[in-house]
């Protein structure tokens, strides 16, 4: 990481190349829209797939100490008690406008924020959680909340997990899910939002080991970025000082990304200690610890969360993506998506729209469709084709002509170079294959150096 | 479908390994549940993975003719006015206690059901959508809904992707995502719960062709369940009578399936006519329509609807995949899963816990991780290890010997056949392959037969 900024996108390209081309799109826009919430589009759904299915296969598949959940949205109440969300959030509460901290109003002297000096609004009795009724009646008995985090999922699940599992410890817990936090402060697109989905990891360990835990998961979570494409100069490391540190936290790292709007946080990796399983056993009255059968110890073990937000890694994948270069009289907008994340992975396109070329072209398409995501293109210019792909980020053209038909070869065109290849059909699903080698990206070297974060 | 009723398995066995595998737990247990809610467990959410991954290959990634969309929960309420959902739940409901079909308790003369005869419950005011308030003030101004169905965020977007897609009719959108009812009754494990996921397609055609697209889907889905292992004797399809029609819909079929609890809706799949387009269209102010560049006609388009319970098929693939075999002294219980659905395709069992076999063991273990989910076990003896795994529904276990050491050779066990066969460490991952071929399953043959129904 050097002093100087480096170049960033403006957020309006973004929301524009999003819109234009189908990856997002206000929610409900025909009635006006509503406030902060977005609908992933045909390209969108896919680039969000694709993330998802990265950090599972990194996080969960292609691990033996960590396993999958996926709890319900609504929870008990009690949960919340015990998590500290309805009393925490239940207070008259000021907000910095500038870096979104919350304030009780009254623990405030001055009108402007503590930490930024920035400006504050007016306090507000404002709960951050979403509340409704289960229920045919609409009474106070029947309240519940929208969970604000898929965390406490996994908190009260804990007992379950090494029950069904026989998990020894350190194990973790992932989750992907949606979550909801009705924001005062809502903005820059979809980083955030009242409604979003997390890729969480509670990982358990016995106290003492926890820094070495801690550390081993900031490092493992800034390389999945790095691995994914997203340029170590985006990327910083942000321990959290001692006041800023949640009630819950023993420590905790923000990884910033140089978004459009300056550094923010992409994901938070905390220590939180016992802190939630004691809270949970506490409320509910249930025995919930860990028997070291080697050490025949009993104890309440500690907790490391790298917490992730899908929405914002998309943003932070597509403005890491986004670049523009001068092509002769125009501009190219490329996104150079690594293989593993790009919506679609393969253009397959006829150079003619005569009979017999569109025939083997349709016949090579149906065949890549097997393995991967792959278009099928023949309206227009093949200039005007290759930029409609380099805009959403597909890694390789297949072009088909007429010499195809009699030489039996087609032209492979790659993205960022715009180089362009000859290869005989027979071969071009193993060329495709060693291109696209970035699906198998998440398999971890036994032992292999892993990037240290410099500050 | 024979006059017969096939061999049912009992709810509560299948409540109850999924409860011990770690498959599905009551949400919130430690705080003693909440209502109809449920936690997918390590083995549930890979099975439940599974499923949709299977649908989104099959009915969006495979096709030319779908693209997918991934909307928000929370909409704008006017989204709802248009659906009807507001109105149409608004009103003093009774419900049948057996049948669950909803009936305004004015527009009743008697008070037993009067499709089925069934009791029925109090008149209660009460709206199937779960409301909650966005922003800082609780007030009426910003009332919003849970969405109840995935459907209405593909409607309102049918212009953009148009727009964005330059999609032909007849096409479609795909989309998965929870929903949530504020059902009267629940029940029946995961069959009727308030928080539920779907995956819903909505296919665009032009009207006068609704009739032909109607049936073709009803035979995709059906063959969908059948091509997964679901046995064809426990479905069926069953037309909706004029007067059980919803108000949008010109026709429907239910796909039932025959869980323990009897026959009850898997899927339904409806013509909805043009009746949600033209509703948005008239509620929003803006056109909504198609033109077609051939017969240089302009239309609204009628849309056909396959709807399906990402839950519910969870359940019904649990209950027809259940099985109990005698087996010496002992009942064998196995989990008869498609390979294309299991959670765990191989588990690894070294037969002895001595250093070599071990190390072979785990280096085999590593390599077939990186292609399938596959799972290590060392615990207890070879048949608790094989009964373990046939349980959780796992088609192949591979065991490593002192004999592997020699011969590098591993055996292979068949889950359902209990046969087992030796084959090279350098040919296991090809064999495995071939045996798993349920990975390739979802391709379409051009051409092929497609099961047809018989009623």
């Not at 598949?61 to 500290?84: F, K, N």
């Not at 930490?115 to 009795?125: A, H, S």
Request: net charge negative.
């Amino acid at each position: 990481m050097t002093g100087e900024t480096p170049k960033r996108v403006d957020m309006e390209k973004i929301v524009s190349l999003c819109r234009r081309r189908g990856f997002i799109f206000p929610s409900s826009e025909i009635y006006g829209g509503l406030s902060s919430c977005w609908d992933y589009g045909p390209l969108g759904v896919e680039l969000k797939r694709n993330i998802k299915e990265a950090w599972w296969q990194a996080e969960v598949q292609q691990r033996d100490d960590v396993v999958g959940l996926d709890t319900s949205i609504l929870m008990h109440p009690r949960v919340w008690e015990a998590s500290g969300h309805i009393k925490g959030f239940a207070d008259p509460l000021v907000e910095c406008k500038r870096c979104h901290l919350r304030w009780r109003a009254d623990d405030l002297n001055s009108d402007k924020c503590p930490t930024c000096g920035g400006e504050l609004t007016e306090p507000r009795q404002f709960n951050l959680m979403f509340k409704t009724f289960m229920g045919p009646v609409e009474e106070k008995a029947s309240t519940i909340y929208l969970r604000p985090e898929t965390a406490q999922g996994m908190f009260v699940n804990f007992q379950n997990v090494t029950n069904t599992t026989r998990k020894k410890l350190p194990f973790g817990i992932a989750q992907i899910g949606k979550s909801f936090r009705n924001e005062i402060t809502t903005g820059n697109f979809v980083f955030r939002s009242r409604e979003f989905e997390q890729m969480e990891i509670e990982f358990f360990v016995k106290p003492g080991t926890d820094e070495e835990w801690f550390n081993y998961w900031t490092e493992e979570r800034l390389n999945w970025y790095v691995k994914l494409g997203i340029k170590k100069e985006n990327l910083k490391l942000r321990p959290h000082t001692r006041d800023e540190l949640a009630h819950y936290a023993r420590a905790c790292y923000d990884i910033d990304y140089l978004f459009p709007m300056g550094w923010a946080e992409l994901e938070g990796i905390a220590n939180r200690g016992d802190f939630d399983l004691v809270q949970h056993a506490s409320l509910s009255g249930k025995t919930i610890d860990y028997f070291d059968d080697e050490t025949k110890e009993r104890f309440v073990p500690y907790i490391i969360e790298p917490s992730a937000g899908v929405d914002r890694s998309l943003l932070a994948f597509l403005c890491d993506a986004y670049d523009e270069e001068p092509d002769k009289e125009e501009i190219r907008v490329v996104l150079r998506f690594h293989p593993g994340i790009a919506p679609i992975k393969v253009a397959v396109l006829p150079l003619s729209r005569k009979e017999q070329p569109v025939a083997l072209a349709r016949e090579i398409y149906a065949d890549l469709r097997q393995q991967w995501s792959v278009t099928y293109d023949i309206a227009q210019s093949i200039g005007r084709r290759y930029r409609r792909q380099d805009e959403i980020g597909t890694p390789f053209c297949v072009t088909v002509d007429f010499q195809s038909l009699e030489d039996n070869q087609v032209t492979i065109r790659e993205r960022d170079t715009m180089n362009q290849i000859r290869v005989p059909i027979s071969e071009l699903k193993t060329t495709l294959q060693a291109k696209l080698k970035g699906e198998e990206l998440f398999v971890l070297p036994p032992g292999g150096k892993i990037w240290k974060e410099e500050r």
